[in-house]
């Protein structure tokens, strides 16, 4: 008897083997016939600077495409030499999470104290298999001048819509406050799913030379700009060479 129940224990022991290890087989086949996410930041920092200031937020953006479907993403902000983060921030609900592709673009507040210097970004993206892509950039953070243009939005469509129609004139006002002097402001429309970008310059005598402004224009959005969601790049460069960018997000622009 008790022959025959070590023999049905070790056949029952067997099927429970056999079941596991093709489970585990299926699960290291699917993950084989998944690729790992594709993760790249195109831009660390306005127009890929790579540099960052004390106290005010970094740009970053980068397409990225996950064939297990993204389930997080992970971005830490280190001193070179690894010992000390200065930003953590995970992503693990909301509109990266789920998708196979989408658009990254966030900007993250660099803190007011982070001595000036060099620093690594690391942006991890991991896919519902565990699958994960890392990518790194270096980074450098400077100490806030406070003698470089301030920019601060009063509306951005009429009342603060956030809203333009292609073709019409959009409602843009700003405060500019440029101790060494306005030399140029440029506002650029970007609209980055379509790959679509404009740019407005202002070198009059309306704003150049001045040291406090209110900046007050209606752009004509182009006729051909295609509708979606658009972010504005407002930078102001003063007459010692110092540039600053704000950045204006979530503003639809649709047809008639």
Same mark, same amino acid.
Not at 226 to 236: L, M, S
């Given at each position: 008897?008790?022959?025959?129940?070590?023999?049905?224990?070790?056949?029952?022991?067997?099927?429970?083997?056999?079941?596991?290890?093709?489970?585990? %087989?299926?699960?290291?086949?699917?993950?084989?016939?998944?690729?790992?996410?594709?993760?790249?930041?195109?831009?660390?920092?306005?127009?890929?600077?790579?540099?960052? !200031?004390?106290?005010?937020?970094?740009?970053?953006?980068?397409?990225?495409?996950?064939?297990?479907? !993204?389930?997080?993403?992970?971005?830490?902000?280190?001193?070179?030499?690894?010992?000390?983060?200065?930003?953590?921030?995970?992503?693990?609900?909301?509109?990266?999470?789920?998708?196979?592709?989408? $658009?990254?673009?966030?900007?993250?507040?660099?803190?007011?104290?982070?001595?000036?210097?060099?620093?690594?970004?690391?942006?991890?993206?991991?896919?519902?298999?565990?699958?994960?892509? $890392?990518?790194?950039?270096?980074?450098?953070?400077?100490?806030?001048?406070? $003698?470089?243009?301030?920019?601060?939005?009063?509306?951005?469509?009429?009342?603060?819509?956030?809203?333009?129609?292609?073709?019409?004139?959009?409602?843009?006002?700003?405060?500019?406050?440029?101790?060494?002097?306005?030399?140029?402001?440029?506002?650029?429309?970007?609209?980055?799913?379509?790959?679509?970008?404009?740019?407005?310059?202002?070198?009059?005598?309306?704003?150049?030379?001045?040291? %406090?402004?209110?900046?007050?224009?209606?752009?004509?959005?182009?006729?051909?700009?295609?509708?979606?969601?658009?972010?504005?790049?407002?930078?102001?460069?003063?007459?010692?060479?110092? %540039?600053?960018?704000?950045?204006?997000?979530? !503003?639809?622009?649709?047809?008639?």
């Amino acid at each position: 008897m008790k022959k025959i129940m070590f023999l049905a224990a070790t056949a029952l022991f067997c099927v429970f083997s056999l079941v596991f290890t093709s489970c585990s %087989s299926d699960d290291d086949d699917a993950k084989q016939s998944v690729a790992k996410p594709v993760a790249a930041l195109a831009e660390v920092g306005e127009e890929n600077s790579k540099e960052a !200031i004390a106290g005010k937020d970094l740009h970053l953006e980068g397409d990225l495409e996950a064939e297990g479907l !993204i389930a997080r993403i992970d971005v830490t902000i280190a001193t070179a030499d690894g010992k000390t983060n200065i930003v953590q921030k995970s992503y693990t609900d909301g509109k990266y999470i789920g998708v196979r592709n989408t $658009t990254f673009h966030e900007h993250l507040d660099i803190p007011a104290d982070a001595a000036p210097g060099a620093y690594k970004v690391t942006f991890v993206v991991t896919d519902k298999l565990g699958q994960s892509t $890392t990518f790194t950039s270096d980074l450098t953070v400077k100490a806030l001048d406070k $003698t470089a243009p301030a920019i601060t939005f009063k509306e951005v469509g009429e009342n603060d819509s956030h809203k333009a129609v292609t073709g019409q004139k959009m409602h843009l006002e700003a405060q500019i406050e440029a101790p060494h002097k306005i030399a140029k402001i440029e506002v650029e429309f970007h609209n980055t799913a379509a790959g679509y970008e404009h740019v407005f310059t202002y070198t009059g005598e309306k704003y150049v030379g001045e040291t %406090s402004v209110l900046f007050h224009e209606h752009p004509e959005i182009p006729a051909d700009a295609p509708e979606g969601e658009y972010h504005i790049h407002f930078t102001v460069t003063d007459a010692a060479g110092n %540039s600053t960018t704000e950045e204006a997000e979530g !503003i639809q622009i649709t047809k008639e």
